[in-house]
């Protein structure tokens, strides 16, 4: 089993900046993708940001240009991601979750139990 367990969420002002972490525990050989999604009321999750083993990243277009180049991160050694975001809006308020893509005697995918994120003034 892998556990996932999300901090850094809360309340923040239009505009204002959160950095959100993951870190994931457990048993497996190790992770080959971790990201975020993010799921406001009444609607669907949504992707957010990606990022490989190798640090290949992908971004929904909904973020691009408006979060730091950097925005999304990894610490192999941690087994850790983490997902900073700048120029906060209304409309990036969601539930953020954090999934793992991970390499065991099978390949898995495991969800965190997510992390409000609101802003609003």
């Known amino acids: 089993q892998v556990q996932l367990v999300e901090s850094g969420g809360g309340l923040v002002q239009p505009g204002g900046s959160l950095n959100l972490s993951c870190a994931a525990s457990?048993?497996?050989?190790?992770?080959?993708?971790m990201g975020w999604y993010r799921q406001a009321p009444g609607k669907q999750r949504d992707l957010v940001a990606t990022?490989?083993?190798?640090?290949?990243?992908?971004?929904?277009d909904s973020v691009k240009g408006r979060f730091t180049i950097s925005t999304i991160s990894r610490d192999n050694a941690k087994n850790t991601v983490y997902l900073q975001m700048n120029s906060l809006k209304p409309e990036d308020t969601a539930v953020y979750y954090c999934?793992?893509?991970?390499?065991?005697?099978?390949?898995?995918?495991?969800w965190g139990q997510g992390t409000q994120v609101t802003v609003s003034s």
């Open positions: 999934y793992s893509v991970v390499r065991w005697f099978v390949i898995s995918t495991y």
């Open positions: 990022i490989t083993n190798d640090g290949v990243t992908d971004y929904a």
């Open positions: 457990g048993s497996f050989f190790g992770i080959n993708v």
